[in-house]
C-alpha cells in the first residue's frame, strides 16, 4: 500500500480545534507575510496533478457551513492537485497551513508535498489504511518506516487542520494542536518516495484510494 511523506509545518502558537472552524472566510494579506493559496471560487493557481489514475478536482462553493472546499474526487490509486508555479514559491523558512477531511476511503486523505531547499518531501496523513503520519522520504525511507512515523485515529466528515514548517534545520507538522513531526534534517537525505507523487512537485495535495476535501490553504513566509 503507498504510503507518501511529507515534512514541513509548524507555527508558533497553539491551533483551534479542527471541529470548530472559524466561520468567516480568511482573507489574504501581504505576500510578503501571508499568502492565500485558495481564493474559495476558482483552482487559480493549481493544476489537476498529471498522475495515471487521475480524476476530478473541484471546487464546491457551499461545501460545507456554507463554505467553499476543494474536493479530490475518489480514484484507483493517485488524484490531487498541483501549484503551477514554482518560481513563487519559497524553498525554505515557510509554513504551509491547510484543513482536510476525509469524506471517503481509508486511506490518506492529505498527501502534502511541499519544497525543502533543493528537494521536497511529502507529508502523510492517514495513510496505511487511515492512521499512518509521517514524511516520505528521509534517508530513503517512507513514511511507515522513518523516525517521523506515527499514529492517529481520523474521523470521517470531520475538518483536520494541519501545519508545516520548514526552516534550514528541521521540518515540523502538527494536526489540530498536536505536534506530530520534529525532525532535524541536518546530515540527511530529504526526497519524494519514487514513483507518481513526483507529479505533486512543485507543490502538491493528494489522496490514496480516498475521497477529500481541501480549504483555506496558506503560505506564510518566516
Known sequence: MLVLGIFLISAAGDL??????AASKPVAVAAT??????????LAGWKPSAFDTQTE???????????????????GYLCGLTWADA??????????SLEAMRLD???FFCGLTFPVGKSACTLIVGGWGGTLVGLSSIDNMDASENETSGGMEFKTD?????RVRVTAEKIEAWIDREKMVDVETNGKV????????????????AAFQTKAAIRDIVLRRL
Not at 16 to 21: I, S
Not at 158 to 162: E, G, L, S, V
Open 16 to 21: 483551534p480545534a479542527a471541529d470548530a472552524p
Open 190 to 205: 530529504i526526497g519524494l518516495r519514487y514513483g507518481d507523487i513526483k507529479h505533486s512537485l512543485p507543490l502538491g495535495i
Open 33 to 42: 507575510a501571508e499568502q492565500l493559496l485558495f481564493n474559495g471560487e476558482t
Open 158 to 162: 470531520r475538518w483536520y487542520r494541519i
Open 57 to 75: 478536482v473541484t471546487v464546491e462553493s457551499a461545501f460545507r457551513e456554507g463554505r467553499s472546499a476543494i474536493v479530490i474526487a475518489k480514484s
Open 105 to 107: 476511503g481509508d486511506d
Open 87 to 96: 518560481t513563487k514559491l519559497p524553498r525554505m523558512d515557510y509554513e504551509i
